[in-house]
Structures are given as structure tokens and as C-alpha cells.
């Protein structure tokens, strides 16, 4: 199940990720993993939080950001929670027309091994693909 926060740049969408996966972290029985674009946030999340900095690993393209984590999902078969953030550049996805199709693939992921994908994207809900829009849990 993917649940996206949507919101243009600046309006507050990391800060609530960031609340979010602390408050989650308390009640989450398995692990909780937390992409972004660099290290910056690593000091805000819970220690029990995975961090990874997607930009380490030389994702190049969405299609080699999918595999990145399906990478991650092998590893871990613990994983409950994972959580995008700035999910337009750790995907590769800025300037593509391939959010609808990149989305839909990360939730048929999450639903095939039943762990739930939390995304923030800098996009107004207005511009979202309608096929996305049931899937907005907050819109700043």
C-alpha cells in the first residue's frame, strides 16, 4: 500500500515525514526504513530508523531506483514501513512523465510483500494523475 503527501517544495511535507516515521517507530513490530537524497535528516529520526542515502548508491534512473529497492525488500524480511523523501530525485523521476507508472509499480511491491511505502512529493494534488489521487493522505 503506498500513501502519498503531496505538496509544492518548501511547504512542510519533510517535516511531517519526519514526525510521522518517529511517531510510527514507537508501535512498528518490524523494521522501518527512510530513503532520502543525502544525510541531512539523520540526527531527526529515531535511531531505530534506517537511513539510507539513495545518492551513495548511484541510482542513475527509475528503473535502476525500483530495483534499488526491491533490493532492500530482499534484505530485509523484517520490513514494515518504508518512507520516501524527496521522492522525485532519489527516483530519477524529475522532468519524466513516469510518476503514475513508477508509483504504481512501488505499490503493487508493497502489496506483493505486504509492507506499506509512505512518499512525499513535491507536486500540488491538483497536478497529480487522477489514478493517484485516492492515494493522498496529505495535501499541504
Known amino acids: 500500500m503506498v500513501q502519498l503527501i503531496v505538496g509544492k517544495k518548501g511547504k512542510g511535507k519533510t517535516k511531517i515525514v519526519?514526525?510521522?516515521?518517529?511517531?510510527e517507530i514507537s508501535t512498528a513490530?518490524?523494521?522501518?526504513?527512510?530513503?532520502?537524497?543525502?544525510?541531512?535528516h539523520?540526527?531527526?529520526?529515531?535511531?531505530?530508523?534506517r537511513l539510507i542515502n539513495v545518492k551513495d548508491y548511484g541510482v542513475?534512473?527509475?528503473d535502476e531506483f525500483i530495483g534499488f529497492v526491491r533490493g532492500?525488500?530482499?534484505?530485509d524480511h523484517d520490513l514494515e514501513q518504508m518512507y520516501f523523501d524527496g521522492?522525485?530525485?532519489?527516483?530519477?523521476?524529475?522532468?519524466?512523465?513516469?510518476?503514475?507508472?513508477?508509483?504504481q509499480t512501488l505499490d503493487?511491491?508493497?502489496t506483493t510483500y505486504g509492507f506499506k511505502i509512505i512518499i512525499?512529493?513535491?507536486v500540488d494534488e491538483a497536478e497529480l494523475p487522477e489514478a493517484l489521487k485516492p492515494m493522498v493522505t496529505v495535501s499541504l
Open 72 to 75: 532492500i525488500i530482499s534484505q
Open 60 to 62: 542513475a534512473n527509475t
Open 29 to 40: 513490530s518490524g523494521n522501518i526504513v527512510y530513503l532520502d537524497k543525502s544525510n541531512d
Open 42 to 49: 539523520m540526527y531527526e529520526l529515531n535511531n531505530k530508523v
Open 120 to 122: 512525499s512529493v513535491s
Open 18 to 23: 519526519l514526525d510521522l516515521v518517529n511517531k
Open 87 to 103: 521522492f522525485l530525485k532519489i527516483s530519477c523521476l524529475e522532468g519524466t512523465d513516469k510518476l503514475e507508472k513508477t508509483i
Open 108 to 110: 503493487a511491491i508493497s
